[in-house]
């Protein structure tokens, strides 16, 4: 059993910068891919972004390449967020999730344990 806990979500301007975090309970952390999903209002939640369980892979979706970084401290049995250049369009509640498989997904239903989600929200 995982549970995890995100944060560092809040509000920003246009062109700003946050970084989530998500921290997971358990010993075997490394084992456990992780994804970011995000969910707007009256939209289904769409995949951000995953990483491996050593972190040596990741995926991104196209609508965050090159703005977003996923990765992990698996010492902190943590995994981060940066989130750059944001747009008014990444406003959502973001997620992290954990599956049992080293290697990730871009899947909403490929993941077995789901955080309680944090606020983000982008003004223009």
């Known amino acids: 059993q995982v549970q995890l806990v995100e944060s560092g979500g809040g509000l920003v301007q246009a062109g700003g910068s946050l970084r989530l975090s998500c921290a997971a309970s358990?010993?075997?952390?490394?084992?456990?891919?992780v994804g970011w999903f995000r969910q707007a209002p009256g939209k289904e939640r769409e995949f951000v972004a995953t990483?491996?369980?050593?972190?040596?892979?990741?995926s991104y979706a196209d609508s965050v390449k090159g703005r977003f970084t996923i990765s992990r401290d698996n010492a902190k049995n943590t995994v981060y967020l940066q989130m750059n250049s944001l747009k008014p369009e990444d406003t959502a509640v973001h997620y992290c999730a954990a599956r049992n498989s080293l290697n990730g997904s871009l899947k909403v239903g490929a993941y077995d344990y789901w955080g309680q989600g944090t606020q983000v929200t982008v003004s223009s």
């Open positions: 358990g010993r075997t952390f490394s084992r456990y891919a």
């Open positions: 990483i491996s369980g050593s972190g040596g892979s990741t």
